[in-house]
């Protein structure tokens, strides 16, 4: 009998993260570029083999969060560790959000939470790595638009609710998909352990954790008091904002300190609010951003919602095209400055701020000669008509003694199917 040992099996390929190395560069639009090819952008399918794709991705992701820390940096935000006071070390799980360096004075703060699927920094790798750039694709270019008034800038807290999961082997957290692209053993294992909650950072061990964590450790130790805070959410993170906030108990306390809401892409529907004053902030000052083909900034609906749009619009708040149609990931990249500019507005009038009432016009378009809405009881006739024929063919095998097993599919075609 043989035995494979260990030492035997096929290594997991390595690539450096570091972009001038993996043969790509930033050109002067701020996108990624092939150093061989300029006019070629980041290449995912290098091998037949998956396993050596998703390690030059996890390389090349490495590679563009640092950079996009270090722009971060740059604008005068800062690695903050949690849980608060821990001390960062590869055997004791932490994970760092960024924070400004002014939050314990500044008298706004935005609370920004990503999706829960992305690095910490990242907006969309979509555009990342495509066209669009870098900053453009990150959180670059929302804070530094953020910081950018007149005004006094507010504070920010970038959360972390996509990077919670520890893995022992890197000495950091990360998303599941880095953790799933990141080195084994080798590459002919069936993949990288998913830590169980109980091993990840304390306080912080699921999203949901994490986003109670930032308002109940991080503001109260970090931020000043009484500082008015306004939360900027991308999908499900907007949505688990949301859901925080609405406890009894949890807005009791906020509420008197919340500025503005501005859900982008979450899909949390005003029905499941269970707090009234939640409910009545929803209307007066938040606002949804949703995936549409229109403009950036286009009124789709009112507080009560719109029943001539197929675009779900119960979000009990204003509702208004992001100017990106169909990733939601992409909502902020389309959006950010439509969506600074209402912060902006929110910050100048102050505590008497409420959302104007609108009259919406706004529907769906129709297409010259379509129906509002197709008549579908001719092909409903038609289906139960052949479904009473087949069963009583079915019927008739049965009285004949024919039990051989027959499998039907019924279609949406035209033809009948033979026998």
Known sequence: MFKRKWSGLPADP??????????????????????????????????????????????????????????????????TYLPLGVIPSPSTPHLRIYTSRDLSTAPRVALLFGETTQDLGVLAHRVIGGKGGIDAGSWVAFVRDLLSAPTPNPGIILASPGSLLWSPSQGRTLSRTALADSPMASAAHAGNRVPAPADNVPGNRTPGEHVRYVFEAVVPRLAAPGA?????????????????????????????????????????????????????????????????????????????????????????????????????????VAGRRVVVEWLREVAAAGPHYRNPEVVVLYSDPVRAGDAAEPDWSPWVEEFQERKKQREEEEEERKKKGDDKFVVRVDTLSDSEDED
Request: net charge negative.
């Open 228 to 332: 008015v805070l306004d939360v900027v959410g991308v999908g499900d993170g907007a949505d688990l904002a949301c859901a925080y906030l609405d406890q009894p108990g949890v807005w009791e306390r906020w509420g008197p300190r919340m500025g503005c809401l501005a859900s982008v892409g979450g899909m949390r529907d005003v029905k499941d609010v269970r707090v009234d004053g939640f409910r009545e902030f929803l209307r007066a000052r938040a606002r949804a951003y949703v995936p549409s083909p229109e403009p950036a900034g286009m009124t789709l609906s009112g507080p009560d919602g719109n029943p001539r749009t197929a675009t779900f619009t119960s979000y009990g708040c204003p509702v208004f095209s992001s100017g990106e149609a169909h990733h939601v990931e992409c909502g902020l």
């Open 14 to 79: 390595h690539f450096p993260s570091d972009l001038k190395e993996l043969g790509y560069f930033v050109n002067e639009d701020d996108e990624v570029r092939s150093i061989a090819e300029p006019d070629r952008y980041f290449k995912f399918f290098l091998n037949r083999n998956p396993r050596w794709n998703e390690r030059q991705r996890f390389a090349m992701n490495q590679a563009l969060q640092s950079l996009i820390l270090a722009r971060l940096s740059a604008l005068g935000l800062q690695p």
